[in-house]
């Protein structure tokens, strides 16, 4: 029997969170039950080269930062499509998810997997394209998808508001390697020695892209409260430059007063030894769905303080704290209060971080979800392929 044919379409193949974790899935699926493709509307990132290593060819289209004609980014698409001729289509974001919706049913009436990784649809947080498509997508998701993957709980109501099929949904949450994100001495003592800081030095950080989601500002706040309170705490941001350079994060530290107490690292490979040199991992964000630095960071036994955005609280559990969005006292609050604690209880509430996450987010165990929802869809469109009048009597029932 032939392995399934799998076309995944994305935005981009950049280090982002989605595009990670799209690249995880993949890397977890057996090789010998899927043929895997990638079409990514933008750039030939990271994710793009981890994946063509593995053998799995990606093609990078690299058309939205050129305003391309939406005419002829569809095109492209289904001529992609006729020439992969995938079993499943599987798309990943809101523009992949309408254009690859779209292409996938001119293309041969393909089987399309809506992912949705967004968890607000607030005109105060997101742009108006990101609103007006997702928009599209809830008055197109009756016809074109035939399964809805969300990312978060939270997710479901927010886009059974924006008339998504609720029928169609199904949650499949992040996954996290274990191998690659854990614990580490090793990688403590390289990075801490890479800042020119001994290992006593309470060091507090917040990992993600230069971008006004993240709320640097109430983070870079909420360290000039703890900086008043405790003078031994350092901090560090690690992140590509998005809509923030890193001239504006340096600004803002500069403005703050705290050029002498923060490291800036930008985006690096070894984002799992930077975790694991930490002691508290922050995430300050507006907006998310599942937050992967969360659960990387608790896969490195690392605890994390998060605001009460997208499906943070259930990830964190009992093992860190939950603040509210944009609430900068609240936040240096549950950082002094997790330093304050012995050095062993604190290592402990990290590893029970990390068996949080061993028991829930498996990287496995997310990779076979996703396999056996392929499975299933293709079979859907196997029993409608089939000819003559029962057949027909079948589908309509």
């Not at 989605?18 to 890397?27: F, N, T, Y």
């Not at 990271?46 to 053998?55: D, I, M, N």
């Not at 076979?368 to 392929?374: D, V």
């Amino acid at each position: 029997m032939r392995p399934l044919k799998v076309c995944c379409i994305i935005n981009g193949t950049g280090p982002g969170g989605a595009e990670r974790m799209l690249g995880r899935v993949l890397k977890n699926v057996d090789p010998t039950e899927f043929e895997l493709s990638v079409i990514s509307l933008n750039e030939f990132g990271l994710v793009a080269e981890e994946l063509q290593q593995l053998g799995i060819p990606v093609h990078a289209l690299n058309i939205l930062r050129k305003r391309v004609p939406k005419a002829i980014i569809f095109s492209k698409i289904v001529r992609l499509l006729r020439t992969y001729k995938p079993d499943v289509v599987q798309t990943w974001m809101y523009l992949s998810d309408l254009f690859g919706g779209l292409a996938a049913k001119v293309a041969g009436r393909l089987p399309v997997i809506w992912n949705i990784r967004h968890s607000t649809l607030d005109p105060q947080i997101d742009s108006r394209n990101t609103i007006w498509t997702a928009h599209i997508c809830g008055l197109l998701s009756r016809w074109v998808p035939h399964r809805i993957v969300l990312n978060a709980e939270v997710a479901q109501t927010i886009h059974v508001r924006a008339r998504y099929a609720a029928d169609k949904m199904e949650v499949i949450p992040n996954g996290f390697d274990l191998d690659e994100f854990r614990p580490s001495r090793q990688a403590r003592c390289t990075i801490r020695k890479e800042l020119a800081l001994s290992d006593r030095v309470p060091l507090v950080g917040l990992i993600g892209r230069f971008h006004p989601h993240k709320d640097h500002d109430t983070f870079f706040r909420a360290a000039s409260i703890i900086g008043s309170d405790r003078s031994d705490v350092r901090f560090l941001l690690s992140g590509g430059e998005n809509v923030l350079k890193r001239h504006d994060i340096q600004a803002l530290i500069t403005n703050y007063g705290l050029h002498d107490r923060f490291s800036v690292l930008g985006h690096r490979s070894d984002v799992a030894a930077v975790y694991a040199s930490l002691d508290v991992v922050v995430s300050s964000s507006l907006t998310e769905g599942f937050p992967n630095v969360v659960g990387e960071a608790m896969a490195c036994g690392i605890p994390c303080i998060a605001t009460n955005v997208g499906d943070s609280a259930t990830i964190v559990g009992d093992t860190g704290r939950i603040v509210p969005v944009r609430n900068a006292p609240a936040l240096a609050n549950a950082v002094l209060e997790l330093l304050k604690l012995p050095r062993e209880s604190l290592v402990e509430l990290g590893r029970a971080a990390r068996q949080r996450v061993a028991a829930r987010y498996s990287i496995r165990h997310i990779a076979t979800q996703y396999a056996k929802l392929w499975k299933e869809v293709a079979a859907t469109r196997k029993t409608i392929c089939v000819s003559g009048p029962r057949s027909r009597l079948q589908k309509a029932a």
